[in-house]
């Protein structure tokens, strides 16, 4: 498994239990974890964050641009 599918894992884990617990609203916000290259693991806009799968998160470079 790569790193990015190690991150992109655990934010679709964090992001279930952060809305069991209802600490993050459905759609609202982004979820992110920087990789070790400096790329960012981050959650696609407007994803339910309780029904997150792996495909919802992308890598972007620290400017923001997609990779």
């Known amino acids: 498994m790569t790193e990015f599918e190690q991150r992109a894992t655990e934010l679709v884990e964090v ?5 069991k617990s ?7 916000g982004n979820l992110s974890a920087r990789l ?10 407007g ?3 309780g029904k997150l ?3 919802d998160i992308m ?7 997609s990779l």
Request: charged share 20%; no cysteine.
């Open 15 to 19: 992001g279930r239990s952060l809305y």
């Open 22 to 28: 209802g600490m993050v609203p459905a759609t609202s």
């Open 36 to 45: 070790s290259d400096g790329r960012i693991a981050i959650t696609v806009s």
């Open 47 to 49: 994803r339910h964050k």
């Open 53 to 55: 799968t792996q495909s």
């Open 59 to 65: 890598v972007v470079d620290a400017d923001g641009h």
